[in-house]
């Protein structure tokens, strides 16, 4: 029999006679970030003694102050002989009274302080802390995030080709200047590419250091840490439409700095005005003019809060009526662009504020203040308020679902996460045969499925949704039916899967070698849907050069780009990967890639689970201690010189008794 010993919050608690504690470990629950645990226990009663009743608190008595938090799991370990078995938590599940006294307190335990599920609750990636990657808005930085990365983001943000608005086209026709067209015409820049049309890509491992850095935990990953995943990255696609044109919620207002004032009441050190009642009778209005030659919003707030805003263009003086003012009221003065803001520089090269009463018939102006250096306003782009509305939690565990990932706790903060072939690779063989029964064994037929999909988000993107129409499954999909009676095995992954385009010349009809994506509906409607990934595979350096038209409405060709794409290779013959879980023909490529998320990452497993030699085995086993500590989900049993996989194993702890779940090692 083994001594086993349950510490809760570092105190030892005490069992009944008999009681033990059984702990499962399953392969699913590697698979899955809300079953993290690793290893968890069948419920199991503690008795209700002095000492329990002190680990506990006294949770019964309902007028104990300050008593157990049952609504969190408590920091626990299990010790086996000496050993420590497992780290983990206990949750207390209630408590048996008997004659309204304590009898005994059920509980059950995990291996892992919390599943990753539970760690993120509902935030979202726009929680999370991706400041390193913000950057101005500007034309250099768009310019240069075309076909490079953008300085200062430690090579991590790039501008891809993909349109949020436009219906883009190529016409090399030389009388033709329809918007939309992207073909680089000299002299032409009413029709190209617009700086406010692109929107900014952040690479996948940056994100996922970010989750790190939020919760305090570590991802041991080789795989995240290849090359190939760091080609992969998340379109800042926040809102349909273009990122700040357009977008009422899309910029900020700021505080209009006043350098010098006239009068009293105005503090230049806060650029505020308090007005003191004690020594006026009322204020009637407030003025502001402006010196400018661009278009601008000026808005008056009241104790922080907003009061009145009013767009203008151009020099002007903007009134504000002021009514019912209350002694020790603080007014600012603020300014941001207009709604139908374009993101291009406003400068605002003079203002004056003036604070006016009309005791009787003449203006009175209780303060002026006014600025001697010029007012700008230019727009950073913070990478979190431009990410996609998605939980973390489903973020990652698209991730898994996409890569057949799994991950295993290995302390209270540290998890390793690899692809399902690489962690079976790692595990290690224990020869069990001395140690099992024989004499009853169950052989079954595993579960088939009648049905194998692997999704992503039903498209409305207008390529993507056109060939979900014409093909009945989307692009990149990928479903096989058996002749099985069973349920479906279904994989859905929460991103979008774009079908990018390469655009052919309207004039001749011959391709050019420009590849872009469109995030519009087949209505011509800018689209949001889920968020979507995919491979920067390098540069098309190409004949044809699209026009790009910048914030001072100058006209650049480009003909060096990023490849935005489902392969991981703008060279065929270099292609090892793709975003497709099925054979596609690449738009850009022209042909098909078999080298599939099915086919590198989820094959060997499904192909095993549909192997006429597969098998499920049922055995009992007395596991020795060496075992018992040892074994890990991963590892393979041997029984008479057979290999097996684990499915389940249910292990009494003090007995050594052992329910094997097994699949024969095909």
């Known amino acids: 029999m083994n001594r086993v010993d349950l510490y809760i919050d570092g105190q030892k608690v005490d069992f009944f006679d008999q009681e033990s504690i059984e702990l499962t470990m399953s392969v699913q629950n590697v698979k899955d970030i809300s079953k993290v645990f690793g290893d968890f226990s069948k419920s199991f009663t503690l008795p209700a003694n002095p000492n329990n009743n002190a680990v506990f608190k006294h949770y019964y008595n309902v007028d104990v102050s300050g008593g157990f938090q049952a609504n969190t799991r408590t920091s626990a370990f299990i010790e086996l002989n000496n050993n420590v078995l497992r780290n983990g938590v206990i949750e207390l599940e209630g408590v048996q009274l008997k004659n309204l006294q304590p009898y005994a307190y059920k509980v059950s335990f995990y291996s892992k302080t919390t599943a990753l599920k539970d760690l993120f609750g509902d935030d979202k990636l726009n929680d999370l802390d991706l400041s390193a990657q913000d950057h101005g808005y500007n034309d250099t930085n768009i310019a240069t995030g075309l076909n490079s990365y953008v300085a200062g983001t430690g090579d991590a943000v790039i501008y891809p080709l993909i349109s949020p608005v436009a219906n883009w086209f190529y016409d090399s026709a030389t009388n033709d200047v329809i918007p939309n067209n992207i073909y680089y015409k000299t002299g032409h820049p009413e029709h190209g590419v617009f700086y406010y049309d692109l929107k900014p890509a952040v690479k996948l491992q940056k994100i996922l250091g970010a989750i790190q850095t939020k919760y305090g935990v570590t991802f041991n990953s080789d795989f995240f840490a290849t090359a190939d995943f760091g080609k992969l990255f998340m379109w800042c696609h926040r809102r349909a439409g273009y990122m700040f044109k357009g977008q009422p919620n899309g910029t900020t207002n700021e505080v209009v700095n006043f350098t010098s004032a006239t009068g009293s009441g105005f503090d230049t050190s806060t650029d505020t005005f308090t007005f003191n009642k004690s020594s006026m009778v009322n204020m009637d209005y407030i ?283 703008r060279v065929a013959a270099s292609v090892t990967k793709t975003l497709n879980f099925g054979t596609e023909i690449d738009p850009y490529l022209l042909q098909g890639f078999s080298q599939g998320l099915y086919q590198s990452y989820w094959r060997d497993y499904i192909t095993d689970l549909y192997d006429l030699q597969r098998r499920l085995f049922s055995f009992k086993a007395q596991l020795p201690i060496r075992v018992l500590l040892d074994l890990k989900a991963n590892d393979k049993l041997t029984i008479l010189e057979r290999n097996y996989i684990i499915n389940s194993v249910t292990m009494n702890l003090a007995t050594g008794e052992a329910q094997l779940e097994l699949l024969n090692d095909v």
Do not use: C, H
């Open 287 to 569: 003025d502001v003019a402006v010196t400018s030659t661009d278009n601008y919003a000026i808005s008056l707030y009241v104790n922080g809060q907003l009061f009145s805003k009013k767009e203008s263009s151009g020099n002007d003086t903007i009134f504000f009526v002021t009514n019912d003012v209350n002694n020790g009221d603080v007014f600012q003065i603020k300014f941001s662009p207009i709604a139908a803001w374009d993101a291009s520089v406003i400068n605002l090269t003079a203002i004056t504020a003036s604070f006016v009463i009309v005791p009787i018939t003449t203006p009175v102006n209780i303060a002026t203040a006014s600025t001697s250096t010029t007012q700008t306003y230019t727009s950073d782009v913070i990478i979190a308020d431009q990410l996609p509305e998605q939980k973390i939690s489903d973020f990652v565990s698209s991730l898994i679902k996409m890569f057949n990932l799994v991950i295993v706790p290995t302390s209270n903060t540290a998890y390793d996460i690899e692809p399902l072939d690489d962690w079976y690779s790692e595990g290690s063989t224990y020869d069990i045969s001395n140690y099992t029964n024989i004499e009853e064994v169950t052989v079954n037929r595993p579960d088939l499925y009648s049905r194998v999909s692997f999704s992503f988000n039903e498209t409305e993107a207008i390529l993507g949704e056109q060939y979900r129409l014409q093909n009945d499954i989307g692009y990149g999909d990928l479903r096989a039916d058996f002749n099985f009676d069973g349920e479906e095995f279904e994989i859905e992954v929460g991103f979008d899967n774009m079908l990018f385009e390469r655009l052919s010349d309207v004039a001749d009809g011959s391709l050019t070698t420009i590849n872009v994506g469109k995030s519009i509906t087949r209505e011509i409607e800018p689209y949001i849907g889920n968020p979507f990934i995919f491979y920067a595979a390098g540069n098309i350096i190409g004949n044809q050069a699209f026009g790009y038209i910048n914030m001072d409405g100058d006209e650049f060709d480009f003909a060096d780009f990023w490849l935005a794409s489902n392969v991981n290779s």
